[in-house]
């Protein structure tokens, strides 16, 4: 009976500690594999984070880009020019100087060459044109004339002013370039 007291107590012993242990081994497996889930779930996300921040560009985005970066591109756009009116010249004196002082301005118009009738409206209203310039720069005093956004000041105020009496389906003035500018 000894060895049946022996297997009788083992059984005891052996759920007990087969069950304390099963507990706390079943806790961290779970654990352990939450763990190592979480963990290829933010893998997964940057590897897919990555892929498509990294991916090759099909040919047409690359030469769209390249086309936008192009240095080349930005200088033509800079440096390109529409069609330009005759010059119109204007000599006033300039206002609060009793005749003494005088400016000499002379400017371009500046269009698009889409609108075919433009240029014949620009030439045909340049008596226009002219006379308003006359009376713009008249009545800037010397103070004025010297400031150093003077120009700027002066150019936008002319294309709008142009810009206010063409016709709108004749097109529009997009600049006034400044050909000659004295104070005197």
Known sequence: MPEEEKKQEQKEQAPEAGGEGAKKEGSNTILFFGIIGGIVLVNLIM???????????NEEEEAAEAVEDSAEVVVEETMSMGMTSE???AIVNIAGTDGERFLKVV??????ETHRELPEELTRRAPRFKNMLIEQLSR???QEVNEPSAKERIRKEFLRRVN????????????????????Q
Not at 47 to 57: D, G, I, S
Not at 107 to 112: A, K, P
Not at 166 to 177: R, S
Request: hydrophobic residues 55%.
């Open 47 to 57: 590897a897919v984070v990555l892929f498509t921040v990294t991916r090759p560009k």
């Open 87 to 89: 010059p119109i010249e």
């Open 107 to 112: 400017v371009i118009l500046e269009f698009d």
């Open 140 to 142: 800037m005093t010397l």
């Open 164 to 183: 206010s009496i063409i016709p709108p389906k004749m097109g529009e003035v997009n600049n006034v370039l400044l050909d000659q500018f004295i104070i």
